[in-house]
């Protein structure tokens, strides 16, 4: 058991490290490339079965693709970004608990 703890601490730290990387790149690189560094996050997340962020990470591709990254108002990236750090660091892997982090963004975009 504490092998598997100490394992999700290393995914957390990565996926974190990879989150601020993000933040980094949400102003100055293309839709493309941002786009690029939100599926690795995705697909690391993905791999140790962390539903929260998996789902965050496919709705916020989907938004960029659809509206944008620099400041439009269809794709506020930093509400993404922020409910990303959330869900990296729930204890909860359900999709149950990434459907109510995608929930509170979408009620934070009404």
Sequence with gaps: MRVEQ????????????RLDLL????LRTSARDFNESVESLRRLA???????????????????AEG????????????????????IGCERLDSAAGEAMLASVSV???
């Design 108 to 110: 934070r975009l009404c």
């Design 68 to 87: 944008g990254r620099r400041g439009h108002r269809d794709c506020p990236t930093a509400l993404y970004l922020s409910r990303l750090q959330d869900a």
């Design 23 to 26: 933040r980094a790149l949400a």
């Design 46 to 64: 993905a791999a140790y079965g962390m539903a929260p962020v998996v789902a965050l990470a496919e709705a916020l591709e989907r938004a960029v």
């Design 6 to 17: 100490d394992a999700m601490m290393l995914v957390r730290a990565d996926l974190c490290e």
